[in-house]
């Protein structure tokens, strides 16, 4: 729950796949909103009410059982609202039941829109701008006090607003990138209409989150993992920076780390960020614990279940420790909160999940109202170096999951040398930022290949490198053949035991990024 913004946007979700993006187009114009389930009580917001609200699209129409039904509550805000598609009909399904009905058509894709009222939410807005349609139902008798501000070719009522109050609905989705003005429709609602002066920056929030940081944690002390990504770089230096040595911080050396990773991270969280981290090598611990296991889910589960054993091990006769950090993002945040209903239970990170409970400590997640992008630029803010930024993302697991089949030391290491000769590579190439991520994965299958004169039966190395947005979809990067070449044959030449190298070229879905 938000806690400490002054101007905040209340997005009220009825379930569209869009809703992340409305909270996307309006952190973009720095206002802060956050997301919540339709049918969140208003008594949630009465200390710190919202200075708009936007009722998001949603998947059901207004005549279904289960439709999600809006709350008229909300009006006692006395605030602005924008009802978008859905959000829209059930504006006018509350005042007059039989408005809205099945289109003959469902209507997706673009359109035009033809503006009859330029005054505020299409301020600026030239007549023929496209917008993006996607429902079925549509509102056939608009009841008053509304009157009509825009229509379609096909949909009379694109856009609504109330005689009297700043009450607004759209039929189209102003949040898709499709629909041309959509940014601007946004910001003339919330900076024309809701008077929010746009002042929510990374620097804000550094200042804000400090103060609430200060005021969560007293006296007390903090624990953070650190993982050498992002995120819980972005938040121990969050952290330390408002309570300074009342953090400790673990680093822990798991043995499946990339090349040097461990010495070189360990410095630059000391040297260049000056955190107090504690760097624990237990790689002995979590290699023989994986002796034999070749299984992708048990592998991850040891791996889990070690890290816990090591930082509670860590910890265990400092009892000052009342909090544990993390690094926990809104993603994570809002796919755990059903719009079915405020009943959330909030993911634990994989890497310490199940410690706060059995160490009793409190969870503090100061980036847990921020997207990645965000985090980045509040990391930026901080002074984190921009190599550390803008560095890919490295599952918890590490090469555990990479050397595929069994683990041995001396297939990590062969894999570890050829992974550094790939991403060194990208590197030296410029490569590096135009990729998501990259890694290197040792197949547990050995080929024929010759070597001077001699046969060789040896290891295959695959390269994957994917362009993503988020993780979730990806597609094989379109790397250049040279550089795919020089890069197998440095592996093959520098790395023994190795004679053969592919690159992956598999889409996710249907394959994944990771090959465990
Ligand atoms: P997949 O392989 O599912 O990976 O396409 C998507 C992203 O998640 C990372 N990944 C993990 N990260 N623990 C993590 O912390 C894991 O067990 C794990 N498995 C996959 C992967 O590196 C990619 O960025």
């Known amino acids: 729950m938000h806690t400490h913004h002054d101007e905040w946007i209340l997005i009220l979700d009825f379930g569209s796949q869009y809703t992340q993006l409305i909270a996307r187009r309006l952190r973009e114009q720095n206002v802060y909103c956050e997301i919540h389930p339709y049918n969140a009580p208003k008594k949630d917001f009465e200390n710190h009410p ?23 509550n909300y009006f006692d805000f006395n605030v602005p609202v924008l009802g978008i598609c859905y959000g829209l009909q059930s504006l006018a399904h509350s005042i007059s039941p039989d408005s809205v009905e099945k289109a003959d058509k469902r209507e997706f894709g673009r359109a035009e829109l033809l503006i009859n009222d330029h005054s505020d939410l299409f301020k600026g807005i030239d007549d023929g701008s496209t917008v993006w349609m996607s429902h079925g139902d549509h509102i056939r008798n608009l009841p008053s006090p509304y009157e009509i501000i825009a229509h379609t070719q096909n949909a009379p009522v694109a856009a609504v607003k109330h005689a009297e109050k700043p009450i607004y609905g759209v039929q189209f989705h102003p949040e898709v990138v499709h629909t041309e003005d959509g940014a601007k429709i946004l910001e003339n609602f919330v900076k024309e209409i809701c008077a929010c002066s746009g002042d929510w920056t990374a620097a804000s929030f550094i200042e804000t989150e400090i103060e609430a940081i200060r005021k969560q944690v007293g006296d007390n002390k903090v624990i953070c993992g650190l993982s050498g990504g992002v995120d819980s770089t972005v938040v121990a230096t969050l952290i330390h920076k408002a309570i300074g040595d009342q ?31 504690k760097g624990i090598d237990a790689s002995d611990l979590f290699l023989d614990k994986l002796e034999g296991i070749s299984d992708p889910e048990e592998k991850r589960k040891i791996i889990g279940n070690t890290f816990i054993e090591v930082f509670d091990k860590a910890i265990e006769n400092e009892t000052e420790y009342k909090f544990l950090a993390q690094g926990t993002l809104y993603p994570d945040v809002i796919e755990s909160v059903s719009f079915k209903g405020p009943s959330a239970t909030i ?75 790939f991403i060194q590579s990208l590197r030296d190439h410029d490569l590096y930022d135009d990729v998501w991520q990259a890694l290197a994965v040792l197949l547990p299958v050995q080929s024929v290949g010759v070597m001077g004169d001699e046969r060789t039966y040896e290891y295959t190395v695959a390269l994957r490198a994917v362009t993503s947005v988020d993780g979730m979809t990806a597609d094989w990067a379109h790397l250049p ?17 190795v004679n053969r190298v592919v690159y992956d070229i598999s889409s996710k879905p249907p394959a994944t990024i990771e090959w465990e």
């Open 347 to 421: 993911k634990s990170h994989h890497n310490v999940g199940g410690l706060p409970e059995k160490m009793n400590l409190d969870l503090i997640e100061p980036v847990r109202e921020l997207f990645k992008d965000e985090v980045r630029n509040v990391g930026r803010e901080l002074g984190i170096p921009e190599n550390f930024i803008g560095r890919h993302p490295f599952p918890g697991p590490g090469m555990g999951i990479r050397v595929l089949g069994e683990i041995n030391r001396e297939k990590l290491s062969l894999l570890r040398e050829a992974d550094d000769i």
């Open 247 to 277: 953090l400790l911080c673990i680093f822990v050396d798991n043995g499946l780390l990339r090349k040097d990773e461990y010495q070189k991270v360990l410095q630059t969280y000391k040297e260049h960020l000056h955190l107090p981290v």
């Open 50 to 72: 919202p200075k708009g609200i936007i009722l998001s699209g949603g998947p059901k129409s207004v005549y279904d059982e289960d439709a999600p039904v809006l709350n008229l």
């Open 481 to 497: 053949y040279e550089f795919l070449a020089e890069v197998s044959n440095r592996i093959i030449n520098e790395v023994r035991g």
